[in-house]
Each structure stands twice: as structure tokens, then as C-alpha cells.
């Protein structure tokens, strides 16, 4: 085998292995009802398989997770997600805010699911983080993978996000970063640009994708209707 094939196939090895650790990552950030609670024991053996700095990040949360009532859950998730846009699990709002690019982004990834044989229901968003792991981990891991990489800038702002606002989801967030690669330069100066702009502001031209806007006056529709 060549030097370019042997690094292609450790490459899809690599994807591979991750693959778990997306699906973990899809279910921890996914709103915390009885479902996630009752599967807790088994997401925990899996991630005793991932690597250590994948694993980590995951069994701090996890033990947020068993530490913590089912109700005073429910509601931080609700207040750190469904309330702060800085927290915003849709990723394609970070590149281009509630503007027409953003409905042809999620235009595009609609269509990348369909060609790897995925449908969405109608109350799922193509960008929600948890859809996009989802896809990665049981769609197709090399096109998850290239999605994640696409939004390393909005992953980081809401990994940073998280993390400032001290916030148990935040481990969730590292363990997402470490199965990706490091950020080169002109991925810190992304995320350096979205800290300091913010998305675009122009609300038109996101039907038929968006739901009802927050009362907030924002067009972010609620990350619990986003899970797959």
C-alpha cells in the first residue's frame, strides 16, 4: 500500500472510531428528558471504549448528569439553550445569522442526508447539532466529519460560550472538539470574527425552514423540536 492510501485508510479508521463518540455526543446534547436518563448506563460503557481525551469530557458531564435532579435539568437545558442565542445548537446561524444564505445552507445539508439515503421529519432541522452528529455517527461518518469541520468556527464560539457561562453542557462541547483536528490559523481568525461581529442580522428568507420565531424577536427556533 502506498504512503497516500495507508494515510487515507488510518484517516477513515480515525472516522470511524469517532463514530461512537458522536452518537454519544447526539444523545448528551439532546434535551434531557426519561429517555436520556434511562439510557445513561449504557452511554456510560460506551464511552469507556472512546479515547481518553474524547471519554473525558463526556464522564465529567455524566456524572453532572447522575448528580443532578431530572427537573432542575430540564429546566438549565431550557435556559442555556432555548434562551441564549450565544448557546445557539443550530450551527448554520453562526455563519449566516436569519439571512436567505442560511436557508440554502440548510438547503444543502438536507440534500447531503438525502444522498447518503436520510430523511428528516418536519419538525427537525438539518443544522441542529444533535441531527448533524447523528448523521456523522450512523449516516455517513466521512461527510459528518467534513460538516463538523465546515462549522469548527460556530462549534468553537458555542464550546466557548458554554465554557464562560460555566455550564455542564460545555464538557459536551470539548469531547465534540477532540474528535476533530486542531484549528489551523484561519479557523481561530473565524472564530475571532464571529466573536467580535456576530452572525448576520437580516431576518428574511429562512421559509420554509425556520419555525415561529422566539418572543425574544430572534428566528431561532427551540433546540428541543431539533433532536433527530
Given at each position: 500500500m502506498s504512503p497516500t492510501n495507508k494515510r487515507r485508510a488510518a484517516a477513515r479508521e480515525s472516522t470511524?472510531?469517532?463514530?461512537?463518540?458522536?452518537?454519544?455526543?447526539?444523545?448528551?446534547?439532546?434535551y434531557p428528558d426519561e429517555r436520556l436518563l434511562e439510557q445513561a448506563?449504557?452511554?456510560?460503557?460506551?464511552?469507556?471504549t472512546l479515547p481518553?481525551?474524547?471519554?473525558e469530557?463526556?464522564?465529567?458531564?455524566?456524572?453532572?448528569?447522575h448528580r443532578t435532579p431530572a427537573t432542575e435539568l430540564a429546566a438549565d437545558y431550557v435556559t442555556t439553550f432555548d434562551h441564549r442565542k450565544r448557546n445557539c445548537l443550530f450551527l448554520t446561524y453562526y455563519a449566516h445569522g436569519d439571512t436567505r444564505n442560511r436557508g440554502a445552507a440548510l438547503l444543502r445539508l438536507k440534500q447531503t442526508y438525502a444522498a447518503a439515503g436520510l430523511r428528516l421529519t418536519?419538525?427537525?432541522l438539518p443544522d441542529h447539532l444533535c441531527v448533524v452528529l447523528e448523521f456523522a455517527a450512523t449516516g455517513d461518518p466521512e461527510a459528518g466529519q467534513r460538516l463538523l469541520t465546515e462549522h469548527r468556527a460556530g462549534l468553537e464560539l458555542l464550546r466557548l460560550a458554554l465554557r464562560d457561562a460555566r455550564s455542564a453542557w460545555a464538557d459536551v462541547?470539548?469531547?465534540?472538539?477532540?474528535?476533530?483536528?486542531?484549528?489551523?490559523?484561519?479557523?481561530r481568525e473565524a472564530v475571532a470574527k464571529l466573536a467580535a461581529q456576530g452572525p448576520p442580522e437580516e431576518q428574511v428568507g429562512l421559509a420554509p425552514f425556520a419555525p415561529s420565531p422566539h418572543g425574544d424577536g430572534g428566528a431561532m427556533p427551540a433546540p428541543t423540536g431539533g433532536r433527530s
Open positions: 470511524a472510531r469517532h463514530a461512537a463518540a458522536w452518537q454519544v455526543q447526539s444523545l448528551l446534547l439532546g448506563r449504557l452511554v456510560r460503557a460506551v464511552t469507556g481518553d481525551r474524547v471519554a469530557p463526556l464522564r465529567r458531564f455524566l456524572g453532572h448528569l418536519d419538525d427537525e462541547l470539548d469531547s465534540v472538539s477532540a474528535t476533530l483536528p486542531p484549528l489551523a490559523g484561519d479557523e
